[in-house]
């Protein structure tokens, strides 16, 4: 019997969502679906977007690309779909590249052939006890998964105000024998980032590459 993938991410849904957000879920979201693209044109993945403000911010810095963000929390999914779309719940201009995989991004990496210069994972959540440490998602071998969808030049970012996660990640890196820094940048600003359950003083980045 084929072993069954332990589960990364917490609940699926939250509280109760609006008419209008549910109806986004039902009739923009399976519009986003991101295309199996051949691998041609390098896109950018944010995994895990939250509510979708550093994928928008993504989205409009970069027009000609395509931006893909997966998470399977649907009440982010919801608050990104209510805003990238207007008053007739058209999709804004700025936000027409957005393509939107609702669920686990593994299962997503293990379907599509793209290719991506820029991979983004803001503020994974860091499972603080020892028994749930198993569920973090930046294992080594997932980095490497990860590494393996990197156009040449690509490069894997990941940010955390959680420093026991971040150095447990570093460490995790370093089994995979791919090349990494620490990533001196301004904090990138999302709800997550505010609410700093860690307490500390600023984000950790690390910029990871082939």
Same mark, same amino acid.
């Given at each position: 019997?084929?072993?069954? +993938? /332990?589960?990364?991410?917490?609940?699926?849904?939250?509280?109760?969502?609006?008419?209008?957000?549910?109806?986004?879920?039902?009739?923009?979201?399976?519009?986003? &679906?991101?295309?199996? +693209?051949?691998?041609?044109?390098?896109? /950018?993945?944010?995994?895990?977007?939250?509510?979708?403000?550093?994928?928008?911010?993504?989205?409009?810095?970069?027009?000609?690309?395509?931006?893909?963000?997966?998470?399977?929390?649907?009440?982010?999914?919801?608050?990104?779909?209510?805003?990238?779309?207007?008053?007739?719940?058209?999709?804004?201009?700025?936000?027409?590249?957005?393509?939107?995989?609702?669920?686990?991004?593994?299962?997503?990496?293990?379907?599509?052939?793209?290719? &991506?210069?820029?991979?983004? /994972?803001?503020?994974?959540?860091?499972?603080?006890?020892?028994?749930?440490?198993?569920?973090?998602?930046?294992?080594?071998?997932?980095?490497?998964?990860?590494?393996?969808?990197?156009?040449?030049?690509?490069?894997?970012?990941?940010?955390?105000?959680?420093?026991?996660?971040?150095?447990?990640?570093?460490?995790?890196?370093?089994?995979?024998?791919?090349?990494?820094?620490?990533?001196?940048?301004?904090? /990138?600003?999302?709800?997550?980032?505010?609410?700093?359950?860690?307490?500390?003083?600023?984000?950790?980045?690390?910029?990871?590459?082939?």
């Amino acid at each position: 019997m084929e072993k069954q +993938e /332990i589960r990364t991410f917490g609940r699926r849904h939250g509280k109760k969502l609006s008419a209008r957000q549910q109806w986004l879920l039902d009739n923009i979201l399976p519009t986003l &679906f991101p295309k199996n +693209e051949s691998g041609n044109k390098p896109d /950018i993945l944010e995994i895990g977007f939250g509510a979708g403000e550093h994928l928008r911010e993504l989205a409009e810095n970069n027009p000609g690309k395509t931006v893909i963000g997966a998470e399977p929390f649907m009440n982010g999914v919801a608050s990104l779909l209510s805003a990238i779309t207007d008053e007739t719940d058209s999709i804004r201009p700025e936000y027409k590249n957005i393509r939107i995989f609702a669920d686990d991004v593994r299962d997503f990496l293990r379907e599509t052939n793209s290719k &991506f210069e820029q991979i983004w /994972i803001l503020h994974p959540d860091p499972w603080p006890k020892a028994k749930h440490e198993k569920r973090r998602l930046l294992h080594a071998e997932f980095i490497k998964t990860l590494s393996d969808h990197l156009t040449k030049n690509g490069k894997i970012i990941i940010g955390t105000d959680h420093w026991e996660y971040f150095d447990w990640i570093t460490q995790e890196v370093k089994k995979t024998g791919l090349n990494y820094k620490i990533h001196n940048i301004e904090t /990138i600003n999302t709800r997550y980032q505010k609410k700093n359950k860690a307490g500390t003083e600023a984000p950790k980045y690390l910029l990871i590459y082939n």
